[in-house]
């Protein structure tokens, strides 16, 4: 198994253009979120999709947008790119927890390092 | 807002010396508690979590301890070696969703 793969690895940008970065994960996992990390700040949630079809905001969703068309691939879409967006982007995936409702682990992609300019 | 800070955001140790990282949390409803090492360059990796229900995990060198009352937990690494050297990052659940909040990190440092 892969795991959870990110494509592309780098991307240089230049402010205004747009792009979109792909996430697949093959562990039948129903839950997928995309974060952000900057320094000294971890890592922080821009969205997330608990199944096929479903998307929900995170933390810090201004700017960007999310698609789940398919169960294994959770894409992120930047319209408009800024400076700020400037960072490394990670997936991540996990199963729906059981009827306990507490959290499972999540299991991350090898991140995007992006540079808008 | 519901946040998680993590102390001390840096931490130089001997080969062979136990580790400490310190988490608090704010969510009264938080109920699952990862620890994640992030290699430079790489990837954040699940390297032990406790539940709610739990007071203490332990796997080999790592163990993690949980005080509900004080809504603080914390990671122990015994026995440190320098391939303990990372990024440490704690995480708490979103008022009792699936979502996580990470704390900033601890740089850990362990020197031959």
């Known amino acids: 198994n892969a795991g959870v793969t990110q494509t592309p690895k780098f991307r240089v940008l230049k402010t205004g253009q747009s792009m979109t970065l792909l996430c697949a994960q093959d562990?039948?996992?129903?839950?997928m979120y995309w974060y952000r990390q900057d320094p000294g700040m971890g890592l922080r949630l821009i969205h997330y999709?608990?199944?096929?079809?479903?998307?929900a905001k995170g933390e810090v969703p201004d700017g960007y947008n999310v698609s789940r068309l398919k169960k294994q691939n959770f894409l992120l879409g930047l319209e408009s790119a800024a400076p700020s967006q400037t960072s490394v982007y990670f997936c991540?995936?996990?199963?729906?927890?059981?009827?306990?409702?507490?959290?499972?682990?999540?299991?991350f992609g090898p991140g995007t390092r992006l540079t808008v300019t | 807002g519901e946040n998680v800070e993590q102390h001390p955001s840096t931490l130089s140790v001997q080969e062979g010396d136990s580790a400490v990282i310190k988490c608090t949390y704010s969510?009264?409803?938080?109920?699952?508690f990862p620890w994640y090492k992030q290699e430079l360059g790489k990837r954040p990796q699940l390297i032990i979590d406790?539940?709610?229900?739990?007071g203490e995990k332990k796997d080999q060198r790592i163990a993690v301890t949980l005080n509900k009352t004080a809504k603080h937990f914390s990671l122990h690494i015994t026995e440190t070696q320098p391939e303990d050297s990372a990024v440490y990052f704690c995480?708490?659940?979103?008022?009792?969703?699936?979502?996580?909040?990470f704390g900033t990190g601890t740089r850990l440092q362990v020197f031959p």
């Open positions: 991540a995936s996990s199963y729906r927890p059981g009827t306990s409702g507490i959290g499972v682990g999540q299991y």
């Open positions: 562990m039948n996992h129903e839950y």
């Open positions: 999709s608990v199944g096929e079809g479903t998307t």
């Open positions: 969510d009264s409803a938080s109920n699952y």
């Open positions: 406790i539940r709610s229900n739990v």
């Open positions: 995480a708490a659940s979103m008022g009792g969703t699936d979502k996580l909040i």
